[in-house]
Structure formats: C-alpha cells, structure tokens
C-alpha cells in the first residue's frame, strides 16, 4: 500500500465517522423529542411509576447515543490528524533530502 492510498484511506475513514457522528447526533435528538410527561400517561401508569420508568430509560437511550455522537468525533479528529501528521513528516523528509542525490 502507497502513502497515498493510506493517506485517503484515512480521509475516508475519517469522513465515515464525521457521518456516524452526525447521524448519532439526529438520533439522540430525535430521542429526547420521545419526552413524555404524567399528563400523556394514565393515572395508573403513573402510580406504578412507569412514567418515571419512562424517562429514565429514554434519559439512558439519549445519552448513551449522545456518548456514541462524541466518541465518533474524535475518531474522525484522530484519524484526520493521523494523516496531517503523516502529510506533515512526508514533507519535512522531502524537503530534507532535497538535492541529495543530485550530481555534484
């Protein structure tokens, strides 16, 4: 594998993830949009305390999707500044061993 099909490998990769995050994001959003309150419930549901229930489990789902959200955005940083740093160190070594092996 060439540098470059490694450097656009983790370009792509990055933007995967960038994506994953993205749609994470909408997801935990369109979790908390899923709030119920007592009033939507029935007074039964209520006094056996599945509203309560509810939200603990919706506020669990939110944010463990928000937690996946974070997490694949720094995947996409970590991958995309892999690669600036390998960008980087190829054109310090360029610039190093310019002209070496020109005749003299």
């Not at 970590?78 to 310090?92: C, I, M, W």
Request: net charge negative.
């Amino acid at each position: 594998m060439t540098l470059k099909v490694s450097l656009d490998a983790l370009h792509a990769d990055s933007v995967l993830w960038s994506e994953v995050a993205g749609k994470l994001s909408t997801a935990s959003g369109a979790a908390w949009g899923q709030w119920l309150s007592a009033h939507e419930f029935t007074g039964v549901a209520d006094r056996e305390g599945l509203v309560a229930l509810y939200q603990e489990c919706l506020t669990k789902v939110a944010n463990l999707v928000s937690e996946g959200s974070t997490s694949a955005t720094d995947i996409s940083k970590t991958l995309t500044s892999v690669r600036n740093q390998y960008l980087d160190d190829e054109a310090k070594a360029r610039a190093k061993f310019a002209g070496v092996w020109d005749p003299k």
